[in-house]
């Protein structure tokens, strides 16, 4: 696991990066939010952890940008002092996944760390391309080669699904957990939603995109 720490107090820094270190963490180090930006825009991180009250960009706005501007899926852990309850919000409204008070017990700190890990990169934040198709995930937004595409939500939750294992195929079975859940809808109700979602996504174009395989599901091809 590889994880940045952002803090500008030195000393905490130092402390939690020899603690990790002896856990066999590989460690990077920030002292302010614009820093920490320079480093995710060229690095991979598995966790983040994250202060709020820094100087040049506090932690807020830190990752704020690193959700809108770099489109970082990167799980953020924000660790700080500041404990009131419009902190929290902010902090996990900007793009935070835990939020650990200081002080803290840094065996806390190595548990939340694993478990934001195992839990793996954020889902909803980004675009999901494949060939000349694009999906805002946080607007839902969907163009074709840079053309607008209008999709109902049930359409647009089949897309995501596809995008995610283009241009693998995804089973029937697959999509309808991943759109319905335990309410499964009619073969029609499906089928239906696929025929639209087809229509939509190749109206007005020469090459179709989305194709049913037959007896084995539907996949998004290039």
Not at 168 to 173: A, E, K, L, N, Y
Not at 187 to 206: E, P, Q, T, V
Request: proline share 3%.
């Amino acid at each position: 696991m590889k994880v940045l720490i952002v803090d500008d107090n030195h000393s905490v820094v130092e402390t939690i990066a020899d603690y990790l270190e002896l856990e066999g963490i590989s460690i990077d180090c920030a002292y302010h939010g614009e820093a920490a930006l320079a480093l995710v825009g060229e690095q991979h991180f598995d966790v983040i952890i994250m202060d709020i009250m820094m100087p040049k960009m506090d932690g807020i706005t830190a990752v704020t940008k690193m959700r809108e501007e770099l489109f970082c899926q990167t799980p953020v852990l924000f660790l700080t002092a500041k404990d009131a309850l419009d902190d929290k919000v902010a902090a996990f409204k900007a793009g935070g996944d835990d939020y650990l008070l200081k002080p803290f017990a840094l065996q806390e700190l190595l548990l939340r760390l694993y478990a934001l890990n195992n839990r793996g990169p954020r889902q909803d934040i980004g675009e999901l391309k494949f060939a000349d198709i694009c999906l805002n995930i946080r607007t839902d937004e969907v163009t074709r080669d840079n053309q607008p595409i209008k999709l109902s939500r049930i359409q647009c939750k089949i897309l995501k699904v596809l995008l995610r294992k283009a241009p693998g195929i995804v089973s029937r079975q697959e999509v309808i957990d991943a759109v319905w859940g335990e309410d499964s809808p009619s073969s029609d109700a499906l089928r239906s939603h696929i025929y639209g979602l087809r229509n939509a996504i190749d109206k007005g174009f020469d090459h179709s995109r989305l194709e049913t395989i037959h007896g084995q599901g539907y996949r998004i091809k290039a």
